[in-house]
């Protein structure tokens, strides 16, 4: 008998995400706070649609949840609609939210009392590795849980590795948005840099991706960057909301990320020059900015 699946949330990454599975044989239900939304999923993929998370979840084996944030992921999660009220015993949620840590132990606790798996499993790849089903997985969980959920999991992934007990994939997300904040401001103070020298971008970029200082956000970004067109990714509202977290949880470990701090400060100007919504490369804008004041 096939397994089934419910998925919650079809955001620019869950839909893509639930379409993977259903098409991967796991017989999926989705719920949206929207239920347009939910319909039109229906319509591309097939499987079917329900009220409240709740009913999404009765009688699935993997729940998977994908929404915006700690508050976003409660409301789908618990009470009385709650994904886990409709959740059997021996079942596994999946949560795929970039959320705190906290609240990826929290639940771990409340599914574990109702014999419920619980794995906390952010992901990184962007919409483009949605769309395409080639995400990385970063998860934290009981080992048993995380190998039952890994085969529904690789529907929609190329990779993913348990890294620790629950709430270590968010913590992994955290060391991934890290570095990935870091690359992107230095990228932007070179670009800005060789523009301001009257260097050709392209060229200088095709010499020196061949070397150490080649990357990801080199290679899919630099084009769009020194072209100053910021549509393509992840929003800098959304890099915040994760910085923030980064940066609460080192408080309570005493850890020093001066140039995540420094780097959230300067998405913070972004947001004020109206940038919310433009991918995180817009950096490059804020520096484009401060030199015409001082010009």
Not at 56 to 84: I, P, Q, T, Y
Not at 220 to 227: H, I, K, Q, W
Not at 230 to 242: I, L, N, P, S, Y
């Amino acid at each position: 008998m096939a397994q089934t699946a419910a998925f919650i949330g079809l955001g620019v990454m869950g839909y893509p995400m639930a379409g993977f599975l259903q098409q991967k044989g796991f017989a999926t239900t989705v719920y949206n706070r929207s239920a347009a939304k939910a319909e039109s999923w229906v319509k591309d993929h097939g499987g079917k649609s329900a009220a409240t998370p709740r009913q999404a979840a009765e009688g699935a084996d993997f729940v998977m949840v994908c929404v915006g944030n700690d508050d976003d992921l409660r409301s789908v999660v618990l009470g009385d609609d709650g994904a886990l009220a409709g959740m059997k015993s021996g079942a596994v949620l999946v949560d795929h939210t970039t959320a705190s840590a906290d609240v990826a132990r929290e639940i771990a606790t409340l599914a574990a009392a109702k014999g419920i798996g619980f794995v906390d499993g952010p992901v990184s790849g962007g919409q483009a590795g949605a769309e395409n089903g080639v995400l990385t997985v970063m998860c934290g969980g009981a080992e048993k849980d995380y190998e039952t959920a890994k085969p529904a999991i690789m529907s929609y992934a190329r990779a993913c590795e348990l890294l620790g007990e629950a709430g270590s994939g968010q913590l992994a997300k955290m060391v991934n948005q890290i570095c990935i904040a870091g690359v992107v401001q230095g990228l932007s103070e070179a670009l800005h840099f060789a523009q301001s020298a009257g260097l050709d971008g392209r060229r200088v970029v095709d010499t020196i991706s061949k070397g150490a200082a080649q990357s990801w956000q080199m290679e899919n970004r630099y084009e769009t960057m020194l072209d100053d067109k910021f549509e393509f990714g992840f929003a800098v509202d959304w890099m915040r909301k994760d910085l923030g977290m980064c940066l609460d949880e080192a408080k309570r470990m005493q850890v020093s990320l001066p140039m995540t701090a420094l780097v959230d400060q300067f998405y913070g100007d972004v947001q004020a020059m109206g940038g919310s919504r433009w991918d995180t490369s817009s950096l490059i804008r804020r520096l484009r900015q401060l030199k015409k004041s001082h010009g």
